[in-house]
Nanobody
Framework: VQLAESGGGTVQPGGSLRLSCAASGFTFSSYEMSWVRQGPAKGPEWVSAINTGGGSTYYADSVKGRFTISRDNAKNTLYLQMNSLKPEDTALYYC????????????????????WGQGTQVTVSS
């Protein structure tokens, strides 16, 4: 299993970036995928997830309305379009393959992962 993120960089507040994650070594279309980030001196924070077909997407409240997750199963690639970026979005962004999903209280989804990429740095600064 290999996951390789790209597309990070430095952008001013209000700017946009598009992250990509190229997957190989497994049947990409069979797995739900997530983006997870880790900011400076912070723990990992789940950002977004997408189901196998791409028809269902999920977002953390902190990015809802600004970020869009998508996937191209023909290209084995996961994307994260990030708009209206804020300084608090500064983090190392990882794509991760979901191994387990637990639905809590009927609506909240908790994820476990079995593979991670190396991460791509996003810095939002003026």
């Amino acid at each position: 299993v290999q996951l390789a993120e790209s597309g990070g960089g430095t952008v001013q507040p209000g700017g946009s970036l598009r992250l990509s994650c190229a997957a190989s070594g497994f049947t990409f279309s069979s797995y739900e995928m997530s983006w997870v980030r880790q900011g400076p001196a912070k723990g990992p924070e789940w950002v977004s997830a997408i189901n196998t077909g791409g028809g269902s997407t999920y977002y953390a409240d902190s990015v809802k309305g600004r970020f869009t997750i998508s996937r191209d199963n023909a290209k084995n690639t996961l994307y994260l379009q990030m708009n209206s970026l804020k300084p608090e979005d500064t983090a190392l962004y990882y794509c991760a393959r979901v191994s387990t999903i637990t639905v809590v209280a009927g609506t909240s989804r908790q994820y476990e992962y079995d593979s991670w990429g190396q991460g791509t740095q996003v810095t939002v600064s003026s």
